[in-house]
């Protein structure tokens, strides 16, 4: 889950910058401009699935250097039917192609705090661009209903159109979310292994997961990209994001070199990136690394973001392997929901 919630910073030279960020940390920007680059490693991921662990290690190793290193990487062979993925999109097609007043039927603003609903073009900006950020948004939360492991019945948080305005809608977002939130529980326990702990690690965790889906849409721009972007600078707040972008390229991903890098869009796969939480609890092992979405594709864009985190309940206590005497906690403790408040509410404000 994101908002734009960066502050630049002018540096003296045309268009070097600092960002700031919620999570406290501070970055700077070499040019707004981004680059094609090869850092953002493709990892095949098929070996999830097999019975043998060497084979489940070796994915994880990749995940471990990846997550290390950049923050960033394409996971391919994941094992989802692009149909799901293909019916998403379909929907999202449907549903921002609606009358304005229908989509704010279900106006985000009706559930403070929480990201849920529809948020409208140009709703989030920043002070630094003369235009609010080019995309719209509907965002569901995670839904008993539709996860095959549920231990609970509570009600889900999110909000909905009557069935009649648009048959199929709920059950086609809900049929991909349900995919990703299977493979979303395996590579939990990748990530375990990859921070060299036991795959179950996390497995009290992730019951009752936090799992939003987003979809989105970006027309195309045609403000320079100082004074418009379609999602500002930000990093995600939850444990691990994965994307599903169309076959337009528009994100982008900040190196520790300072340069914005293309995520170009490869078709068939997730881009997977580290979130706050999973920072905080590796001790900043994982690296939550800063991105933002510029539509210049000359294309209308959509992208379908899923925000995987842990039980709002449990504590976000540091990984063992992360804390040693010689490197101590770098974050006060509390809770994953108390954590996805202050943030939500915080990007919701726009206060950040
Ligand atoms: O549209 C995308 O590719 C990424 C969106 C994103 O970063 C977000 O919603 O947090
Ligand atoms: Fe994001």
Same mark, same amino acid.
């Given at each position: 889950?994101?908002?734009?919630?960066? %502050?630049?910073?002018? %540096? #003296? *030279?045309? %268009?070097? @910058? *600092?960002?700031?960020?919620?999570? #406290?940390?501070? =970055?700077?920007?070499? @040019?707004?401009? @981004?680059?094609?680059a090869d850092e953002i490693p493709v990892i095949d991921v098929s070996g999830i699935y097999s019975e043998d662990i060497e084979d489940r290690k070796a994915v994880a190793e990749k995940v471990r250097e990846a997550s290390h290193r950049i923050g960033f990487f394409y996971a391919i062979n =994941?094992?989802?039917?692009? !149909? &799901?993925?293909?019916?998403?999109?379909?929907?999202? !097609?449907?549903? +921002?192609?609606l009358p304005l007043e229908k989509k704010l039927e279900v106006d985000t603003a009706r559930v403070p705090g929480e990201f849920v609903g529809y948020h409208a073009m140009e709703l989030y900006s920043s002070k630094e661009r003369k235009q609010g950020d080019l995309s719209e948004a509907f965002n569901l939360a995670y839904d008993a209903?539709?996860? /095959?492991?549920?231990? *609970?019945?509570? /009600?889900?948080?999110?909000?909905?159109? /009557?069935?009649?305005?648009?048959? #199929?809608?709920?059950? #086609?977002?809900?049929? &991909?979310?349900?995919?990703?939130?299977?493979?979303?529980?395996?590579?939990?326990?990748i990530f375990a292994l990859a921070l060299h702990l036991p795959e179950e690690f996390f497995a009290d965790y992730i019951k009752r997961p936090e799992a939003g889906m987003r979809i989105l849409h970006y027309p195309q721009q045609e403000y320079s990209v100082d004074d418009q972007n379609g999602i500002g600078a =930000?990093?995600? +707040?939850?444990?691990? *994001?994965?994307?599903? %972008?169309?076959? $337009? $390229?528009?994100?982008?991903?900040?190196s520790k070199s300072g340069d914005w890098i293309k995520a170009k869009p490869i078709p068939g796969s997730f881009v997977i990136n580290i979130g706050d939480c999973l920072m905080r609890q590796t001790n900043d092992f994982f690296v939550s690394t800063v991105h933002r979405v510029i539509n210049m594709s000359g294309n209308e864009r959509y992208s379908i973001p899923f925000f995987y985190g842990f039980d709002r309940k449990k504590i976000l206590e540091p990984v063992p392997t992360c804390v040693s005497e010689d490197n101590p906690m770098k974050y006060p403790l509390m809770t994953s929901g108390e954590y996805y408040k202050w943030r939500a509410s915080k990007a919701k404000d726009g206060e950040l």
């Open positions: 889950m994101s908002a734009s919630t960066t %502050q630049l910073e002018d %540096q #003296g *030279t045309p %268009q070097a @910058s *600092t960002i700031r960020l919620p999570n #406290g940390k501070i =970055h700077n920007v070499k @040019s707004n401009i @981004s680059i094609e =994941h094992g989802i039917d692009p !149909k &799901y993925a293909d019916g998403a999109f379909e929907q999202a !097609k449907r549903f +921002f192609a209903n539709y996860d /095959p492991e549920a231990i *609970t019945d509570d /009600p889900s948080l999110s909000i909905w159109l /009557p069935e009649s305005d648009l048959p #199929g809608f709920k059950d #086609g977002l809900y049929a &991909y979310h349900t995919e990703i939130l299977k493979f979303a529980r395996k590579m939990t326990r =930000h990093t995600d +707040f939850e444990c691990f *994001t994965m994307v599903t %972008q169309d076959e $337009s $390229s528009g994100l982008e991903v900040l």
